[in-house]
């Protein structure tokens, strides 16, 4: 038997050479592929002393890495193994690999288009997905959001997954999607959360206030909506859901609430605005900043939410609020908001 050289000694086999395993060569074929590579015509023989293997084992191993079209059989009265160019097996198997992987995409494209179908049929129900964490709510809030192609409809109430700053709504304001925002007084309560509505009614959403919204949600052209399941601090658990009567029943209860909330007037809602126009403004004797203030009141906002968006004192703001009171000739913040309602100046 021919003395192999020191290089081509294969030590046994470990589990830490896994390089080729992306392309089906389990760790005991890739070392025997090792051994044939650093020494060209060996035997089975000669790897079975190298290895400790048993001569049955090494075999099988060669024929497999023969079937990849990695090592070749060399004839003679005692045949011989000789690894294959490395670099063209190796891309060889790679492009066999990515066709299996395309197939495998066309396979789960015409899955989903199935699971699709059965979603969308009315006696199969609506789809549920459950979204476990924060982290997972806010991410698909984002993609439904990117994935919008005409409209978002947002019940917009703490607690908060997501930084209250939405650097995707401009954007898609931008390319004519349409945001409906309805809002309660508490998504106010944190500072500059004022000049924030303020600066997306501008950009084109269109808002309005409820005193109180039963939960929140993002519902994404009419056919898919992510909410949480429950409005407790921290939002643990939320659900996807695509379909037909459940997405259908969230738009109806949105247009119902949207009928009865109070539109929002872009002028009154930022800090930044300019003054109107003495001539165009309904509210004689009233400053700009008064019918801010009116409209603040009128959306329910609380005196310390108010004098926080306001940069003010509780105490300033309630000084500011009874003279407004007089101005208007009421008697409480609810018959001012009414005469403000009924002037036009909220």
Not at 102 to 111: K, M, P
Request: proline content about 6%.
């Amino acid at each position: 038997m021919r003395q192999l050289p020191e290089t081509a000694k294969i030590d046994p086999v470990q589990e830490d050479g896994r390089a080729l395993e992306i392309v089906g060569v389990s760790a005991f074929d890739e070392r025997i592929y090792r051994g044939v590579l650093a020494c060209p015509g060996i035997t089975v023989q000669e790897l079975v002393m190298r290895t400790g293997e048993s001569a049955g084992r090494v075999q099988s191993s060669l024929s497999r890495l023969r079937a990849k079209g990695l090592v070749s059989r060399l004839w003679g009265r005692a045949p011989r193994w000789t690894a294959t160019n490395p670099g063209t097996a190796i891309r060889s198997l790679v492009r066999d690999m990515q066709s299996e992987l395309d197939l495998l995409t066309d396979t789960a494209d015409e899955l989903e288009a199935a699971f699709r179908d059965v979603g969308t049929d009315p006696a199969g129900g609506d789809q549920l997905e459950v979204l476990a964490g924060p982290e997972e709510q806010a991410r698909w809030y984002v993609r439904l959001q990117q994935e919008a192609k005409e409209e978002v409809l947002t019940f917009d109430r703490p607690p908060y997954v997501l930084d209250y700053h939405n650097p995707l709504q401009t954007d898609l304001l931008r390319n004519g999607v349409r945001y409906r925002t309805i809002y309660v007084p508490e998504a106010f309560d944190h500072a500059g959360a004022l000049d924030e509505v303020g600066s997306l009614i501008r950009a084109g959403e269109e808002a309005r206030i409820l005193p109180w919204l039963p939960f929140k949600m993002a519902l994404v052209d009419r056919s898919r909506a992510v909410m949480p399941l429950h409005m407790e601090p921290p939002l643990t658990r939320g659900v996807l859901i695509r379909g037909s009567t459940m997405v259908v029943a969230l738009v109806e209860l949105f247009e119902r609430l949207w009928r009865e909330a109070l539109p929002v007037r872009p002028e009154l809602w930022s800090q930044g605005s300019p003054e109107l126009a003495p001539d165009s403004d309904p509210g004689a004797g009233l400053s700009l900043d008064d019918r801010r203030l009116l409209a603040l009141l009128a959306a329910g906002l609380k005196d310390d939410a108010i004098a926080r968006q306001l940069g003010t004192s509780p105490r300033s703001l309630r000084r500011r609020l009874r003279h407004l009171l007089d101005e208007l000739n009421a008697e409480t913040r609810f018959q001012a908001g009414a005469q403000a309602s009924r002037r036009g100046l909220v």
